[in-house]
């Protein structure tokens, strides 16, 4: 099935307070960065949110209003810190239930394991009857297939839910943005072009930059270094429709040569 989710935003939740403490470094707004980008597309934004069910609550709020694609890394296991599932059911009014599809993988996961010496098959098991918990998704939802170990996320409203393991995650995103979304790829033709500048106060050429977007229509942006031991410089560059960015670059090269710039070689 594919979301008819035309030139709407893409963002990104990652969930966990191991990000937030320092114990785990996110790995995911990059890579869902690279993803996007083989698929012409964009992220617009990105946010980490701790495991406190009320925060999460109010963000997905937020996000399900917001009408933009969305995927969302972490929290969606069975243990008490967990609280994505229920959070995203909160905040949609939806109860949590146990998904068919999801039970029957979660079933074969762990005949899986018990042929392998670990654990039974037998689903009435307390322990198995923890594990049916990761099937529980909000009431409508979708499941999005987990190549890994087979124990799925879920898709609800153009949301993506997927484990925080980046070698179950990152798989799952990718063939969400590969089915869901296709129509998508490559549909704005984007470019990028910059170049560096010495000798040039930021202050002195923002007047330009604000030209550049206001005549052109695209995105202009200035990233200056302190220069790490050697010289100060500014990066300036545009972004955006690959005919508009091309005179907008021309432009502010221009503008920079007549503010005095020294231009690397």
Same mark, same amino acid.
């Given at each position: 099935?594919?979301?008819?989710?035309?030139? %709407?935003?893409? $963002?990104?939740?990652?969930?966990?307070?191991? =990000?937030? +403490?320092?114990?785990?470094?996110?790995?995911?707004?990059?890579? /869902?960065?690279?993803?996007?980008?083989?698929?012409? #597309?964009?992220?617009? !934004?990105?946010?980490?949110?701790?495991?406190?069910?009320?925060?999460?609550?109010?963000?997905?709020?937020? +996000?399900?209003?917001?009408?933009?694609?969305?995927? +969302?890394?972490?929290?969606?296991?069975?243990?008490?810190?967990?609280?994505?599932?229920?959070?995203?059911?909160?905040?949609?009014?939806?109860?949590?239930?146990?998904?068919?599809?999801?039970?029957?993988?979660?079933?074969? %996961?762990?005949?899986?394991?018990?042929?392998?010496?670990?654990?039974?098959?037998?689903?009435?098991?307390? &322990?198995? %009857?923890?594990?049916? #918990?990761?099937? *529980?998704?909000? &009431?409508?939802? *979708?499941?999005?297939?987990?190549?890994?170990?087979?124990?799925?996320?879920? !898709?609800? %409203?153009?949301?993506?839910?997927?484990?925080?393991?980046?070698?179950?995650?990152?798989?799952?995103?990718?063939?969400?943005?590969?089915?869901?979304? /296709?129509? #998508?790829?490559?549909?704005?033709?984007?470019? &990028?072009? +910059?170049?560096? /500048?010495?000798? #040039?106060?930021?202050?002195?050429?923002?007047?330009?930059?604000?030209?550049?977007?206001?005549? !052109?229509?695209?995105?202009?942006?200035?990233?200056?270094?302190?220069?790490?031991?050697?010289?100060?410089? =500014? *990066?300036?560059?545009?972004?955006?429709?690959? /005919?508009?960015?091309?005179?907008?670059?021309?432009?502010?090269? *221009?503008?920079?040569?007549?503010? $005095?710039?020294?231009?690397?070689?």
């Amino acid at each position: 099935m594919q979301s008819n989710a035309k030139d %709407r935003r893409i $963002g990104v939740i990652v969930v966990g307070d191991e =990000i937030l +403490s320092g114990r785990r470094q996110d790995q995911h707004v990059a890579k /869902v960065i690279q993803l996007l980008g083989a698929r012409g #597309l964009q992220l617009a !934004w990105a946010q980490i949110v701790g495991d406190d069910e009320d925060l999460l609550v109010q963000t997905y709020e937020r +996000s399900f209003a917001s009408g933009d694609i969305v995927f +969302s890394c972490g929290g969606i296991g069975a243990t008490p810190d967990d609280k994505t599932r229920q959070a995203v059911a909160a905040a949609l009014g939806l109860p949590l239930v146990l998904h068919p599809e999801a039970e029957a993988l979660i079933a074969a %996961r762990c005949a899986d394991m018990a042929a392998q010496g670990q654990g039974s098959a037998d689903m009435s098991t307390p &322990e198995n %009857r923890q594990r049916l #918990l990761m099937g *529980e998704f909000p &009431e409508g939802s *979708e499941i999005v297939a987990n190549t890994y170990n087979r124990i799925p996320g879920f !898709w609800i %409203r153009d949301h993506t839910f997927a484990p925080g393991f980046p070698v179950m995650a990152w798989p799952m995103i990718e063939a969400t943005l590969d089915t869901r979304y /296709v129509a #998508l790829h490559h549909k704005t033709p984007r470019v &990028e072009h +910059s170049f560096v /500048v010495y000798g #040039l106060p930021e202050s002195r050429i923002t007047p330009a930059l604000r030209e550049v977007e206001q005549r !052109w229509g695209v995105r202009s942006f200035s990233l200056p270094s302190m220069g790490s031991g050697g010289r100060a410089h =500014i *990066e300036l560059g545009v972004k955006g429709d690959p /005919v508009q960015a091309a005179e907008a670059l021309q432009y502010l090269r *221009e503008q920079a040569a007549r503010l $005095g710039a020294e231009f690397s070689v």
